[in-house]
Every structure is written in structure tokens, then in C-alpha cells.
């Protein structure tokens, strides 16, 4: 009797998606057929793109290709295991020492994503009664992370350190975290570090960084945004990044003292009860490292390139947002506009994503440009004329 009356689940989920759909929100997969450095194939389309997160144009490096294939003729492909069994191969502690000595940290610990490390530190880190605040405008999964783990979640409004500092003070008793990306995911703007960074120190709160969008592209050899603010290990006592952005890879990693990589070892349940990456993959993502440090051209293309087409933006009146780094979002009124600046792009050869809520809050939606060592001048002069007669329609 009871049990007829028990909602579907699956009922409430296409329901979910029916109403997302009548508000033109739905999300679409579109299948790449065929990619050729910034240029992709999509249902017999050729679209330059500048939508992903391939900074340095190191994704389809032929260095990163031999030493992935290489290693996979040797060691296989899957790890067979978690990293505690016996899936940690020697491809794993090569690309942890590396990466330590890079970001300037004393050790390194591979998680198989981004969205799994933040979960994992986040959870091994903080429990109920603690507090963890946060920006606004961080990315999704250190939100969920500060969900998981029963942490008071406090978000201040974005970059604001004051309004973070209320927030800390109002707790002065309870272990404190504060997280922040080092560069927005959505907005491209650096996050305000050393003040942070002064707050947490006189708050006695650990300052967390999610550097998925610095490392490679800011600071001394592609340190990361950290480094660029000149703040080292002692200050920033948890660096997480990715592999999967400007290092063409896929997987992240923490970085800090040894009694983190040691804690988290131990509690971390997203590194422990999952398989380790492919060894393949680490040899892939040291091969990325090397490059990355090495060759500081690819550093100055993609500096020139951002400067290029803010020039050409600010000419053409284009609503640019204050940001300097390889992320460019143009600030469109309407998710509506956001959608249809989109479609006339791709009608004219180029891929560029607009990004609408829930992803961005309501009343910001955009045009999520990013820009790579792999693009050319004239691409970015493309997108430009592209973007004067697409927004130019738009206001008609
Ligand atoms: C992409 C991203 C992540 C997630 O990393 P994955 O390896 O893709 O799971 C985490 N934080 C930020 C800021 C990101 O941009």
C-alpha cells in the first residue's frame, strides 16, 4: 500500500531533464571524430577550436606519444591495481619526484583526476565541526569535497579577503581550511594569493590552492600561480594540480610537505580504493613535465597571443573580462546570447563554448575562450572578425 505511493526514481530524473530542456539548458555531447592540434572534426566539420585546456599545446606532443607507447610495450596498459597493492610502478615515483622539484615542494602524490584529489584531500583533511572556507567561484569539486568531508562550508563572495577573513574570525576556535583556485576555471582571474596567504598565516587556517589552470603557464619554468606570487611550500602548504590541462595529459597530483603526502596515504579514500593510473600515462605526463619546464617559448606564444586578442577585443568593443591568462571569457547578458554567439561561430569554422548557468550563476553567461601555444596569430585574428559579425548580429 505504502510502497505505491513511493516516487520513481528514474521518473524524477527524466523529469529533471524535461524541465532543463524546455529552459534551453540542456547539455549536449558532441563527438570529436578527428583532432589536429587546434583543429577538430566533428560530423564532417572542420572547426578551429578554442575550447580546450591545452595551454602549451603539449596534448599531442610527439615526445609525449613515444613515451607513452614506450612505456606501454614495457609495463602494459592498466595498472592492475591500486597504488597501495601493487599497482605504484616505478613510471608513478618518477613523475611524483618531479613534480615536487618543479612546484618546489618536498613530495608529490598521484591521484587519477583532479576532481578525485580535491575530493581526497579534502575529506582526509576535515571533519564535522571544522571549517572550510572558500571562493565563490572555485571549481565544482572543491565544493563537493567540502560536502563530503562535514565541514562547515563557508563561501565568501569572490576574491573577496575580508569578507574570507569575517568568515575565518567568526570561528576562532575550529580547525580551519581555506580553498581557493589560483586561477578561475570560468573567469581566467588570478586569485588574490598573498593576501591569503597573510590571512591564513595570522589565522592559523591552511591555505589550499587549485592550481589545474596555473601550472605549466605561470610563475619561474611554469611553477604555477604560486610560484608567480612568489609564495613557496611554507605559505601554501597544499598545492593541487592537474595533468590534464596546460600538461596534455590526464590525472593530478598534491603537492607539499612530507606529512601531507603521508597523511594522505593514509586517509585519502579517492587514492585508496582506486586503480593507479596507467603507468603509460606517467611516463606520458614526465615527458609533459620536461617540456613544459624546458621550452619557456611556449610561455611567451601563448602571452603574445592573449595580449594579440585582448588588443583586438578592446578595439572591436568586445565585453572582455579582467582576466590576463589563457582563459578569456566574454560576458554575454543572456544565456540566450551565449548560445546563439556560439551557433554563429561554429557556422563560420570555430568551436568556442558558451558556458551558461548552472555551470556560471544566472545573469553571467559567456563565451568561455581559451587560448593556446598551439593556435597561431592569424587564428586569433579569425576569431576576432568571427566574434565582431557574430556579437554585431546579436544586437539586432
Ligand atoms: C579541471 C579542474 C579540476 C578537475 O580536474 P580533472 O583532472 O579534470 O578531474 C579541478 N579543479 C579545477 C580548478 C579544474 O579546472
Known sequence: MAAASRPDLLERLAAQ???????????????IDHVDGPWLETGHQRLLSFCSNDYLG?????????????????????????????????????????????????????????????????????????????????????????????AELKRYPHADVAAAARQLAANPAAAALLATDGVFSMDGDIAPLRELATLCTNERATLMV???????????????????????????????????????????????????????????????????MPPALAAAALAAVQLAQAEGWRREKLTALI????????????????????????????????????????????????????TVPQGRARLRITLSAAHEEDHVDRLLSALASSLRQGKT
Not at 531533464?17 to 549536449?28: G, I, N, S, V, W
Request: hydrophobic share 45%; charged share 15%.
Open 17 to 31: 531533464t524535461a524541465k532543463r530542456e524546455r529552459a534551453q539548458l540542456l547539455r549536449r555531447l558532441r563527438t
Open 210 to 276: 587549485d592550481d589545474a589552470h596555473g601550472l605549466g603557464v605561470l610563475g619561474t619554468n611554469g611553477a604555477g600561480s604560486i610560484s608567480a606570487a612568489n609564495l613557496g611550500q611554507h605559505e601554501v602548504p597544499l598545492l593541487m594540480a592537474t595533468l590534464g590541462k596546460a600538461l596534455g595529459c590526464s590525472g593530478a597530483f598534491v603537492a607539499g610537505p612530507a606529512a601531507l603526502i603521508d597523511g594522505l596515504i593514509q586517509f585519502a579514500r579517492p587514492y585508496i580504493y582506486t586503480t593507479a
Open 58 to 150: 603539449l596534448a599531442q606532443h610527439p615526445q609525449l606519444i613515444a613515451a607513452l607507447t614506450r612505456a606501454a610495450r614495457e609495463a602494459g596498459v592498466g595498472s592492475t591495481s591500486a597504488h597501495l597493492i601493487c599497482g605504484h610502478r616505478t613510471e608513478h615515483a618518477e613523475l611524483e619526484e618531479a613534480l615536487a622539484a618543479w612546484t618546489g615542494r618536498e613530495r608529490a602524490l598521484l591521484f587519477s583526476t583532479g576532481y578525485m584529489a580535491n575530493l581526497g584531500v579534502l575529506q582526509a583533511f576535515l571533519t564535522r565541526g571544522d571549517v572550510c572556507v572558500q571562493d565563490k567561484l572555485n571549481h565544482a569539486c572543491l565544493l563537493d569535497g567540502a560536502k563530503l568531508s562535514g
Open 307 to 358: 595580449g594579440r586578442f585582448r588588443r583586438g577585443a578592446i578595439e572591436l568593443g568586445l565585453p572582455l573580462a579582467a582576466s590576463t591568462s589563457a582563459i578569456q571569457p566574454l560576458l554575454l547578458d543572456s544565456a540566450d546570447a551565449a548560445l546563439a554567439a556560439a551557433q554563429s561561430l561554429e557556422r563560420q569554422g570555430l568551436l568556442v563554448s558558451a558556458i551558461r548557468p548552472p
